[in-house]
């Protein structure tokens, strides 16, 4: 898994850089075309190769869901994820990891765009469970099987004939407990994986999808890693550790960040220089990566018509922004939240309240009016549907509690304003105390009730207080 490419050297040194994006949910750009877009970051990521061949472009994970592209069929196969390999590989990406969301996606799909993948997967600790077996996940779709590695190194050669070989492994949070994956404790291969190979390298770089605090143990762990480009918050990071610094670009490539490395063959010191570039409409689009854009803007438009939705259709020709930012949206109430609390409420009449979990908003965006049928397909691209339960107020206390302490990750509540209150002064329903007793008719969305969310494991059928 190796390959070589000359770079330019000053002085003994050797310098390179990564392009990095993560958590990247729409091929197109946002906020109606003012930000994002993979065909802008292809043009980003090919303008400095043009300048340093040694140039890399990386996905820290979450590409392949959620998205609104992912409801529909293209010859009768649900999408899945195709159109980010294929805006990626347009793009020219060289190296990806898992996030969690690939396995959002059944088995099979997962093949089908692994073996679509032109770029370099790496994937150090969660595998392809096989009956009773646990193996790399591999590329499928040629005369051997060609596994996935649990990392790989570059060569990089610089004009005069110096050379320095980079390591890379990719880490993922075990939270996916799709039925086919199996992992191992992120940590532990990490710091098993790094002294496998750091004596076979001059440096070694981890590519992560986990979360910050995790990310900040490994960086104590090992604080001779070269660099942590992460993902998973969809938040922008940039926090030193030691020596080690660990970034994470905006989601849905808000952002990107350029990193120049420089390793001094002679002292073996290792210079990084993060960077945070914003993908505005000033970056020129790569029009070879637009073409994909183009086409899969068209598939979705017809697709969205053959079920009865006009993608272009105006919902809201005026009034506020509707923020969906993952920002807000995973800490406070907002107004686009509120209003599909009210949706829910609408189609429940007869539920006391409504509770969603703010995972399932994966906009990341401010819908500015005109607001059309394809904002709120890409709010909620999860799908699924609505369930109502009578559950006892001892319940509904303790679920409100954890979506509190979710706070900042998507397993922080969205509820109806009839709910006032905390976890420390108590919770009221329209203005009065919930009793422990009382049974209550909750409305939630069908993944609530499967004990999948954060700290809500205990939020299925089977619970004794749901009657």
Known sequence: CSSTRKVPSTEGKVAFNFIQINDVYEIAPLEGGKTGGMARVAYISKKLKSENPNSFLVMAGDFLSPSVYNSLKVEGQRVRGKQMVEAMNAAGTDIAIFGNHEFDIAENELQQRINEASFTWVSSNAFHKKGNSQQAFAKTDRPVSEPLPPYFFRDIKSVDGMQVRVGFFGIVLPFNKANYVIYTDPLETAER????????????VAIT?????????????????ALIMGGHEHDMRKQLVGNVWILKAHANARTVFITNVVY????????????????????????????????????????????????????????????????????????LTRLVVKAMEWAAPEADLAIVNSGSIRVDDILTAPVTQY?????LPFGGGLVEVEMKGA????????????????????YSEKISGNRDKGWDINGLPIQD???????????????????????????????
């Not at 637009?290 to 105006?314: C, H, L, P, T, Y």
Request: one cysteine or more.
């Open 209 to 225: 999808h986990q979360s910050m605090e995790d990310d900040i143990r490994l960086a104590e762990r090992l604080p001779n890693l």
């Open 395 to 414: 319940l509904l206390r303790r679920i409100l509690t954890s979506g509190e302490e979710n706070r900042g990750i998507g397993g922080f509540l969205q």
């Open 193 to 204: 994986l790094y002294n496998t190979i750091k004596d076979s390298c001059d440096l070694v």
């Open 437 to 467: 007793s009382v049974s209550y008719r909750v409305v939630l969305t069908d993944f609530l009730l499967t004990g999948g969310e954060a700290n809500l494991n205990y939020l299925t059928e089977t619970n004794p207080l749901i009657t």
């Open 264 to 335: 001094d063959r002679g002292s073996k010191k290792i210079e990084v220089m993060p960077k945070l570039l914003e993908v505005s409409e000033k970056i020129p689009s790569d029009s070879l990566t637009q073409v994909v854009v183009d086409k899969w803007n068209r598939i979705s438009s017809e697709n969205f018509a053959s079920i009865g939705f006009d993608a272009s259709a105006i919902v809201l020709e005026k009034g506020e922004p509707l923020d969906g930012r993952e920002s807000e949206v995973r800490s406070r109430s907002t107004n």
């Open 375 to 379: 904002d709120f397909l890409r709010t």
